[in-house]
Structures are given as C-alpha cells and as structure tokens.
C-alpha cells in the first residue's frame, strides 16, 4: 500500500508546489509524493523536478497539473507528434522509448504482486517493436461519445444523443463553411481535438484524414456519423461508415502464414509490427487433441491453433465477429475447427468435453464470470491473454487459489507512447 504522512500540512486546491517526479503509473500519468502522500502528474517524466498546481484532492491521493518545469528528467524527450498534450490518445510521447517499456514491465510486476499476491522478484519481459506508425486500426470521432447524458447521468452517451451531437456538429460546420473536426478526444475531456497528423497511425490512415473529411462534408447534415472506423492491412485503407467515393472493403491481415478477413469496426490485434510475436508467444509449445479458443474474436488465435490440434472449439458471442471467424476458418481450410456464437458462459455450461488448452482473450473487465465454470472443468494448461494488468492478476489468483500453477507471464507493448500493456499467462493444472 502507498504510504502516507499523516503529519503532513494540509492541502488545498489551487495550491502550487514543487515536487521531484518518481516514476510513471499505470493509467497514464507520473507520481511525485509531498510529505509522503502520492501525487499524480499528468505528462511528467521520471526525473523531472516541476511545479504543479493541486487540481483534485482525493482521500488516499492528489491530482496535479503542471504549470512549470523546473529541471527536465534523463528519460524526458521531445514529443514527435503536434497534438501531444492537448489530444487523449497518447499518454507517454514525452518519455524516451526505453524507459516507456521498462515503466511498462512494473506495471505488470506491480499488478501480479499487489492486486494478485503473487511473489515475483524477476523482472517481466516486455516485448516491442518498432513504436511509430504501428496502429492498423482507429475509431476517429467528430463529436463527443461519452460524456453528461440527457438523463443527468455521466458515461457513454445512448446512440440517439450520439446523432443529436452529429447533426449539431454538421450544422456549425455548414455554418462556418468549414470542414468537420474529425480526430480524438481531448485528454480529460469529451471534445474532439481536429488531427493534422497522427504518427502512432499506420501511414495509410493518417494520409486519409483529408479525403475522409471531403468525403463526409459530401453527406447531408442529418446523415454526418458521430464516429469514423478505419482499418488497414494488406493494401490500401477502409473506412466505415460508406462515405461519398469511398466505398467501405474487407481488410486483409497476414499473420504467421493465415489471411484474415476482418471489417473496419472488427476488433483485431491493432499493432501491425508486433501482432505475430504476440500470437506466437500464446502459443508457445502447446500442441495436443482438442483447444478452446474462447472469446476468440474474428479467429486471430484460432486459426495457428488448428494447426496443433486435432479439434478446435472457437466462441465468440458478438455476431459480426462470429461469421467473419467462420469466414476466416473456411478461407484457410481448417476443417477441425467448430465456431459457434455464443457467450463464453453458456458455452462453458452446456460443454461436456474436457479440453487438453484453454486460450481466452477476454475484454478489459478480464474473465471473472467464467473462472468458477473453468475451475470445474479443469482442463489441463491454460493461456490467458489481457489487455489490463489488474484484471489479469485478479482473475489469476482466482485461478492459482483453484488448483493451478502460474508458470510464465509475458508482456507484449502492443500500445506505444500509451499507459496501455497486453501480457500473456501461462498456467498447468496442479496434480493432486
């Protein structure tokens, strides 16, 4: 637990001070400490000497913002994109590469020991590549998606609030004679911030952004989105929504030798360098007679798991998702391999079978409400992939306090210049 000084002076908001910058968190900001209690410090670098302004002050933290740099960090580095700071896409682009991926294997080490309890003293290997221009996937906004709701309510806004917003943010662009906003969130808030360049996108979407935006200033007001999807891989981009002269394709992907089919709203693996070491380091050694591929998206891990086993059982609950795995199945000839489209739940209660593997790629809130359906089932290894650090750990003491062995823990920077991190577990089932 974090330390604090109950002796130290009060507080207030507005207050200015001076603190020595520590480390960076997960969740995108750095920690400093006044009189031992925790500050956090958006876009600090580790080693900066700055004077903050107190903005939050809540029961076990503080939040502040930075008004001056006193003394730049060893670590601190110019930020390559012009949007840095103002846009919420990345967190980390003032920090030098190598200290974003040390931070990145403390995030992982720190979940596994204080949310999971785990004893782990040696380091978690972080693999990585090439930082810029890897995301072949983006969701562009033109108006807020989250946010005060109608109903008084703070989160994500309902799909006719969404429209109401997109015909609003047409009606001023029309106005102004201008061309839409069209970009991300600002950091902290739910406003978009109008991209001139992205350098974290895959070249072939940051150099759509002008033809997107002609093509949307194409559609009538009441037709505008709210949101623009777009996807690359094999060949040139794909948008969606259909837009005027840009007519929405299939997106290619190549990975370990198997073509991927997948929309641009589909969910896939979205760092184009780095997606191949990922799935390879899933899959490791496991080979045997059946494997569970379970939230199996559009067959990412499916596809090379059907190569090492003789049987191979995919679930994936999200409709679109489901027929382009069985699209994707079909095209590569995996005949061993059953999709069906339920949730992993349901999945699990009607199964009668044991499995020798059991690969998931669960969601960000992690696994929880099929952990006590795979204790019962107990099939021999299993190989967990995550996206969240904290929930990776939670879901993995539940396991280990069931009766499994924590074998190996990687970690995969599949986000650069972000506080994000996706790891891979591995655990074997203890014998009585």
Not at 323 to 351: I, P
Not at 402 to 414: C, I, K, N, P, T
Request: with cysteine; hydrophobic share 40%; aromatic share 8%.
């Amino acid at each position: 637990m974090e330390q604090t000084n109950d002796s130290a002076p009060p507080v207030e908001l507005g207050q200015h001070l001076e603190l020595d910058v520590e480390r960076l968190a997960f969740g995108g900001s750095a920690i400093a400490r006044h009189h031992g209690q925790v500050v956090f410090v958006p876009f600090a670098a580790p080693g900066d000497r700055v004077r903050v302004e107190i903005v939050a002050i809540e029961k076990t933290f503080l939040r502040g913002s930075i008004v001056e740099l006193l003394q730049k960090g060893p670590d601190r580095v110019e930020p390559r994109c012009k949007h840095f700071g103002d846009c919420g896409g990345c967190q980390f682009q003032h920090v030098g590469y190598e200290a974003q991926v040390a931070a990145k294997a403390e995030f992982v080490r720190d979940a596994l020991v204080r949310t999971g309890r785990f004893d782990w003293p040696q380091p978690v290997v972080v693999h990585h590549a090439e930082p810029w221009g890897y995301r072949s996937r983006t969701q562009l906004k033109l108006t807020a998606t989250s946010g005060q709701r109608l109903d008084g309510r703070d989160g994500r806004l309902r799909k006719k609030e969404r429209k109401l917003l997109a015909e609003q943010a047409a009606e001023q662009a029309h106005r102004e004679q201008r061309p839409p906003q069209l970009g991300f969130h600002r950091a902290f808030s739910h406003s978009v911030v109008d991209l001139e360049q992205c350098p974290v996108l895959a070249p072939e979407l940051e150099q759509g952004l002008p033809e997107v935006r002609r093509a949307i200033q194409g559609l009538p007001k009441k037709q505008w989105p709210y949101q623009i999807e777009g996807a690359v891989g094999v060949g040139a981009a794909s948008w969606a929504p259909d837009l005027p002269g840009m007519r929405k394709d299939l997106v290619e992907h190549e990975v370990l030798g198997f073509r991927y089919l997948i929309e641009p709203e589909s969910f896939f693996q979205q760092n184009r360098h780095l997606v191949q070491k990922l799935v390879e380091g899933a899959l490791g050694d496991e080979r045997g007679g059946l494997a569970f591929d379970l939230y199996a998206g559009v067959g990412l891990f499916t596809l090379p798991l059907s190569k090492r086993f003789e049987r191979v059982v995919s679930v994936e609950d999200e409709r679109r998702a489901a027929t382009l795995g069985r699209v994707n199945v079909k095209s590569n000839g995996c005949d061993n391999v059953h999709y069906l489209r339920k949730t992993t739940e349901q999945f699990l209660d009607a199964n009668t079978e044991q499995p020798d593997l059991v690969l998931m790629d669960p969601p960000r809130l992690g696994a929880k409400p099929a952990l006590g359906r795979l204790l019962k089932l107990r099939p021999r290894r299993l190989v967990y992939v995550s996206c969240d650090p904290v929930t990776l750990a939670r879901d993995l003491r539940t396991l280990v306090d069931g009766g499994y062995r924590l074998e190996q823990v990687e970690a995969f920077d599949m986000f650069p210049h972000t506080h994000h991190v996706e790891a891979v577990a591995r655990l074997s089932l203890v014998e009585p």
